[in-house]
Structure formats: structure tokens, C-alpha cells
């Protein structure tokens, strides 16, 4: 969980900074509202579905979804040519965290052992919520600005962080 809740969070911070970009989609901060609203509105749509979803799958089969979700967000940011794509990824960026929230736990209560669940699960808490944080200062901040450093475009740059996180996610899964 710690590789998929950073690989999905490393570039929350960033995704802002990568779609306002002169030399990218160049958005406007009323654009730029409504694409993160996307999100927002997965998030509500995915609570009421995952309500009737998670009685009938598995929470290791929810992950699983969740993090393919969070995949096809990330990868959709790095091949992105167009807005749409952007909303789209957006959505499914709302659509996995709550897939991802929502069977997590539950999985991870049947994993630890009732003595140790207040310890682990404080632990699980504090890399989740520093997965935001941490993340893009350690891997996309780094990747994003090294590749800037050697001269490569920023837009070049963003997406490649984008695929870094893919990269997580997916190393998260395995």
C-alpha cells in the first residue's frame, strides 16, 4: 500500500503546476477549477456505487481496482493531447481514491492482528497522509526538476513523473 498510495500522490501537488504550464495546456485558473472538480465529482459518484460494489467483491479485488484505476489516471496525464483526456483522468483519479480508501482499510483490518491494529494502522495512516507531501518532494519534485536541469522541456519533464508514479503503482500491485 505504501508504493500505491505514493506512486497515486506523488503528483497530486504537481498535476496543478503540469496543466498551467505556457508550454502545455497552458489552462486558466476557472479551466483549471473544473478539471479538479472532476475529481470531486468521481469521489461522489464512487460513494454511492462502491457502497453496493464492496458487498459482492473482495477488498483485495477493490484494491486491485483502485490501484488500476489510479494507473489509467496516471498514464492518461503522461500521453494526454488533449483536455479531455485530462478530464477523464481526473475522473478515474476520484474514482480510484475512493475505491482505494474505502477497501483498504478493511483489507488491512483482516491482514493485522486485533492486538496490533493500533499500532499498524496508525502506521498505514501516516504513510497514506504523507504519501502527498513526502512524495512530491522525494519523487516528482526531483524527476521533474532534474530532467529540467538537463534540458529537457517541462512539459517533457511532468510527464515523466506521471509515468514514475505508473511505475509505483504498478510495483505497489506486484
Known amino acids: ?20 504550464l505556457d508550454g502545455g495546456f497552458d489552462v486558466s485558473s476557472n479551466l483549471l477549477s473544473y478539471i479538479v472538480n472532476m475529481q ?3 469521489a461522489v459518484i464512487a460513494g454511492y456505487v462502491i457502497a453496493r460494489v464492496s458487498k459482492r467483491i473482495s477488498d483485495g ?18 500521453l494526454a493531447r ?19 480508501f474505502t477497501s483498504s482499510y478493511t483489507y488491512g ?19 497514506l497522509f504523507l504519501s ?10 526531483p524527476i521533474v526538476d532534474s530532467l529540467i536541469a ?3 522541456t517541462q512539459v517533457f519533464a511532468y510527464r515523466m513523473s506521471f509515468l514514475a508514479a505508473l511505475a509505483m503503482v504498478i510495483a505497489g500491485m506486484i
Open 61 to 78: 479485488m477493490l484494491i486491485t481496482l483502485g490501484s488500476g484505476l489510479a494507473c489509467l489516471n496516471l498514464l492518461g496525464f503522461a
Open 132 to 141: 502527498w507531501g513526502v512524495g512530491a518532494t522525494l519523487v516528482a519534485g
Open 1 to 20: 500500500m505504501v508504493l500505491i498510495n505514493f506512486g497515486r500522490n506523488c503528483v497530486a501537488v504537481t498535476k496543478t503546476q503540469y496543466l498551467v
Open 109 to 127: 483490518s483482516k491482514l493485522i492482528p486485533a492486538a496490533h491494529r493500533g499500532k499498524q494502522f496508525a502506521l498505514f495512516n501516516a504513510t
Open 150 to 152: 538537463r534540458g529537457k
Open 40 to 42: 470531486s465529482l468521481a
Open 82 to 100: 488533449n483536455l479531455g483526456v485530462i478530464f477523464g483522468s481526473n475522473f478515474l483519479a476520484g474514482a480510484s481514491d475512493v475505491v482505494i
